[in-house]
């Protein structure tokens, strides 16, 4: 099985077709595994939209209940995700890709931005997570559902996962990165935006108007609509794809 070991962290992953590479994470918030690809939360799904025509990454988060295992720390936060995801790129020799993302991946496309903005030929971030206000008094319920149903880590005391939900969830808007870092982007961008608490549209819409070079699909989930964001993405992606030679 493909796998590789970075920093304590086993890493799995898999790939879909080849071509220019597409690094995806799949929706589900701290249980983004590949498994989530093809169920219902995800209406695009990148192993059967894109393999024909490009090379498709997919891999389980660490500790998200799949394969991928770290330990957990009171320091991690969004960038020791983003570690695990350019060491995936790094052990596959990938030096640019196309990034998509829905739900929390959005986040990690953000970072990766922060991080090595020169790795990323274009994004697309579906319905990105995000806050609207305040950070509530208490703890999310998935993140408790999530700390739950972890197994064997007995360094994630309930003091650790404080720091590690503070790290992740305190700053608000799209938790890693701020609104003045989000008009710096300068990867072309298409947004599909979302509809609920955790996606709040307020969010995608505002990121679509800070970004400089980004798209806007206001409705893609369901029906014709979904059906029009599919091809969206994929002409999207096209036009962006560098050219070999």
């Not at 695009?44 to 500790?63: F, G």
């Amino acid at each position: 099985m493909p796998s590789f070991h970075h920093d304590g962290a086993d890493i799995y992953y898999e790939e879909f077709g080849q071509g220019f590479p597409i690094l995806t994470f799949a929706p589900a918030g701290l249980k983004s595994t590949i498994a989530v690809w093809g169920q219902p939360m995800a209406p695009i799904n990148p192993t059967t939209e894109w393999a024909a025509d490009y090379r498709v990454i997919v891999m389980d988060q660490r500790n998200a209940g799949g394969r991928s295992r770290a330990p957990i720390t009171a320091d991690d936060g969004w960038d020791a995700y983003t570690a695990d995801h350019i060491a995936l790129l790094d052990h596959l020799r990938i030096d640019r890709c196309h990034l998509y993302g829905q739900c929390i991946g959005g986040s990690f496309i953000i970072n990766i931005l922060k991080k090595q903005p020169a790795r990323v030929a274009a994004a697309v971030l579906a319905q990105p997570i995000g806050r609207v206000g305040p950070l509530p008094g208490k703890r999310s319920p998935r993140f408790d559902e999530w700390a739950a149903e972890l197994n064997d880590h007995p360094e994630a005391t309930p003091e650790v996962l404080d720091r590690f939900y503070h790290n992740l969830y305190a700053a608000g808007f799209v938790y890693c990165a701020d609104r003045d870092f989000a008009r710096t982007i300068k990867a072309a961008c298409l947004i599909l935006a979302g509809n609920d608490e955790a996606h709040p549209w307020p969010i995608s819409e505002e990121l679509s108007k800070l970004i400089p070079n980004c798209e806007f699909v206001p409705e893609w989930k369901t029906g014709a609509a979904l059906s029009a964001a599919k091809a969206r993405v994929k002409e999207f992606l096209a036009r962006h794809t560098p050219r070999r030679g």
